[in-house]
């Protein structure tokens, strides 16, 4: 079990996540300054519904902290959340339907219970930086929308 810092185990986890359309543009040693919030979007459609993407969504909401540190026996990972490239905004298409409309829920599934646990202590981390696209080879994304009953599955590998 690791250090939540206040967080809830399913937030906590989510943090070092894969992107999808999107990344922070301050990495390594230079976010911890004053870069750890910016991104940009890396693909011109919605992660969810193929329409122009506008914007980005954090995953983990910002109010709960835009880093957070995964303590491990291999070390302390500095984390921030995964990103979404999404339409409309926080009140419109799909970015609304993770907060307000609170229709869609994302979550990382991962294969194995073995791999979960090497996320927790640290060996995958050890291994490959945060949001990496190698951890698609030890899970995924499932994006579930509740007005439709639709799960979307999300696995890329570059
Ligand atoms: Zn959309
Ligand atoms: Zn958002």
Not at 66 to 92: D, I, K, Q
Not at 118 to 147: D, M, S, V
Request: aromatic share 12%; charged share 20%; glycine share 10%.
């Amino acid at each position: 079990m690791i250090e939540l810092h206040g967080l809830s185990y399913e937030k906590a986890i989510l943090y070092g996540m894969p992107h999808i359309g999107a990344r922070y543009t301050h990495n390594g040693q230079k976010w911890k300054k004053n870069g750890a919030r910016k991104y940009e979007r890396t693909q011109e459609w919605c992660a969810i519904c193929g329409k122009p993407s506008k914007n980005c969504h954090h995953v983990v909401p910002i109010s709960n902290g835009a880093v957070f540190e995964l303590c491990t026996p291999n070390g302390n990972f500095p984390l921030r959340s995964p990103l979404f490239a999404v339409c409309g905004s926080g009140t419109t298409g799909c970015h609304n339907g993770f907060h307000g409309g609170a229709w869609l829920k994302a979550r990382w599934l991962w294969d194995l219970p073995e791999y979960e646990e090497a996320w927790c202590n640290g060996e995958l981390l050890a291994r490959f930086a945060p949001h990496h696209p190698a951890l698609y080879c030890y899970g995924q994304w499932e994006i579930e929308n509740t007005k439709t009953g639709l799960v979307i599955a999300h696995r890329e590998r570059y």
